[in-house]
């Protein structure tokens, strides 16, 4: 699939750069429309002049001209550099503000601007205009002469006030207010986001409290005797999904406030900037990648905002599945689907900012999409056990191996479901141990607490007891259990004595087997021999019961 996507983009690409090219030549073309063009449009380049990062106006030079290859030798930097060091020139003169003036000396194929004022300012050469600035413009060079003298004599006057003693004092005070603002409203902000992480651990402890062990899981692998009786608890999957969903509102609002310290801090250095002509260039950089910044903040926020909007659909829709008669198992896949569509929803989110901010900078999307391709194909032919987890995470989702909660057994490790994803599933074991397995490694699966599970049940009483006393008991306790109001909806079906498995010389062992709900067939199991014990006690029977965990699909 990625080498087809790969060849696909390929042979798409020359021609989507064709008319990308086209449409940037057409555009270019339209902007310099109803133009008496001396020169063919294509050939001109064009570049601003600027004071202080402010623009004037722009000058152009055939394309092509540059010495080797080289664009800092080509006639419109050369140009650029030259008029720009002109007019620094003239600001560090120190001219006579109020005696300014800008004349003009017009030659055969050029304008020239002169600067000169009542004092020591004589004739300085500031600028030439030429036919080719004047045809980017539109308008005749005389024209445009005229216009440049009446702007260019207010620049030069703003920039050389900006540069005197009591205008960068005042500036610079405005500047110190700025940043001790910016350091109050930090404080503020930062006390704010330590009272949402403050919840946010308080919730997951919540969330763990929700993650305690279910009964020993080396009891059932080892077949030993239950010594103590130990309730089990409810994983409590809809709470904890409410409680995520807390979580991830919390994150979410201290990523919004780390965001605001951000643009705050942002704005409050391009201010500053913007306050003293020789950092003002750099406000104008700044500025450039405003949109690159914007769409770079949005994509983040909304890759934290999307694992609350994937939880509250799995809450909204919980009623519904309540109704269904196997509730526990499609609350549990709801929840699986739940937290791998977190990933899924970030990733795309991921590429589809990249993508955006790449059309920002003025990056054609073809380009970006023929190096996600070589990526994707590197990628798939370098690790292919990747593949092989995201493909064995799907058929494993699809076919409801086993889902986030359940219990299941991997021949090489057992434990529960505790999280998953496309690439790779997570067990908790009963000493808490976390243990991370890839897809692509497991083969065989066994899930103790799917749709059902029963528990068969040794019951061994003494050769000389009363056998058929010791049924009717046994069958009286299941009636109870079943009849119970706490235990009667986890009781699939009557207890089936099977038996009598064996007898020896000093017992007779009676099997029993219990059908339950999944994950209450230890519990019940406990629970019934805690009656049958009591029952048995009061007819003077002996007894000793043996539990196998024994789960039939």
Not at 125 to 147: F, P, V
Not at 220 to 246: A, M, S, Y
Request: with cysteine; proline share 2%.
């Amino acid at each position: 699939m990625s080498l087809l996507t790969f060849i696909i983009t390929i042979n798409k690409a020359n021609l989507a750069l064709g008319q990308t090219s086209e449409k940037s030549q057409n555009s270019n073309i339209e902007n310099l429309t109803q133009v008496n063009s001396l020169t063919p449009i294509s050939n001109i380049v064009y570049k601003p002049i600027k004071i202080d990062g402010r623009e004037i106006f722009k000058v152009a030079a055939i394309a092509g001209q540059e010495i080797q290859g080289n664009s800092n030798t080509s006639p419109l930097n050369i140009r650029v550099r030259l008029y720009e060091n002109n007019l620094r020139q003239t600001i560090k003169n120190c001219f006579d503000a109020d005696t300014l003036k800008l004349t003009l000396e017009i030659q055969e194929n050029q304008t020239l601007v002169f600067a000169s004022d009542a004092e020591d300012l004589k004739n300085q050469e500031l600028i030439a205009i030429t036919d080719l600035d004047a045809q980017i413009h539109g308008i005749s060079r005389e024209d445009l002469a005229n216009q440049i003298i009446g702007f260019m004599r207010d620049a030069l006057i703003r920039a050389q006030r900006e540069r005197q003693p009591d205008y960068l004092f005042r500036q610079t005070l405005i500047s110190t207010w700025i940043i001790l603002a910016l350091i109050l409203l930090g404080f503020i902000i930062s006390i704010w986001q330590k009272n949402y992480f403050n919840k946010y651990q308080k919730l997951q402890k919540l969330i763990e409290s929700l993650k305690l062990s279910y009964p020993q899981i080396d009891e059932l692998r080892n077949n030993q005797q239950l010594t103590t009786v130990k309730p089990e608890l409810t994983l409590g999957q809809k709470q904890q999904l409410i409680w995520e969903q807390q979580q991830d509102k919390n994150s979410f609002f201290r990523s919004f406030l780390q965001v605001i310290h951000i643009i705050l801090w942002l704005c409050g250095m391009s201010w500053i900037l913007g306050n003293f002509p020789y950092s003002r260039w750099l406000q104008i950089l700044l500025l450039s990648y405003a949109m690159v910044l914007t769409t770079i903040i949005l994509t983040y926020l909304i890759i934290k905002i999307s694992p609350v909007i994937v939880n509250c659909f799995a809450i909204n829709n919980f009623e519904r599945l309540e109704t269904q008669t196997s509730v526990d198992r499609t609350v549990s896949r709801a929840i699986t689907f739940a937290h791998t569509l977190k990933g899924i929803v970030i990733l795309i989110l991921v590429c589809f900012g990249i993508l955006w901010a790449f059309q920002k900078l003025n990056v054609p999307i073809v380009i970006v999409l023929v190096g996600l391709g070589i990526i994707s194909l590197t990628v798939s032919l370098g690790d292919h056990n990747l593949v092989k987890d995201i493909i064995s995470g799907i058929l494993i989702l699809r076919e409801d191996q086993y889902a986030i909660g359940d219990l299941i057994d991997l021949d090489y490790t057992m434990g529960y479901v505790e999280d998953m994803n496309f690439r790779v599933t997570q067990l908790r074991d009963a000493g808490g141990r976390l243990t991370t397995i890839p897809h692509s490694n497991i083969s065989t699966v066994h899930n103790l607490t799917k749709d059902w599970a029963s528990i068969d049940l040794r019951i061994k009483v003494n050769l000389d007891s009363n056998l058929s006393q010791a049924l009717k008991l046994i069958k009286q306790v299941t009636n109870e259990l079943i009849n119970d109001a706490n235990w009667g909806d986890k009781i699939l079906d009557n207890a089936s004595i099977l038996a009598v498995n064996s007898v020896s010389q000093r017992e007779v062992e009676i099997m029993i087997r219990l059908k339950t709900i999944p994950r209450k067939q230890w519990n019940a199991a406990r629970e019934f021999c805690y009656r049958l014990k009591q029952n048995f006690e009061r007819e003077n029977i002996a007894v000793n019961a043996t539990i196998t965990s024994k789960y039939r699909s």
